[in-house]
């Protein structure tokens, strides 16, 4: 199965994690999911598990 899409560790205490699309480009939208989930104080943990959740949707919207 061809890669989609994947949740990528940044290591940047306001930004844990991004979600890129299979040419590495991070989506915009769930990028701005998760400045609101930092803005909100938010534990990377939960980044870390919504971001597993919107890969899965990618994944199975982008035919995955």
Known sequence: MPLRGSLEVT???F???RLVDADG???????A???E???CGRPAA???????GL???VA???GG
């Open 15 to 17: 930004e844990p994690y």
């Open 37 to 39: 989930l930092a803005a």
């Open 33 to 35: 999911y998760f400045r």
């Open 60 to 62: 199975v919207h982008l």
């Open 46 to 52: 939960t980044h870390r598990s919504y971001g597993d």
């Open 11 to 13: 290591g940047d205490l």
């Open 25 to 31: 480009v991070v989506l915009v939208r769930a990028a």
């Open 55 to 57: 890969a899965a949707l």
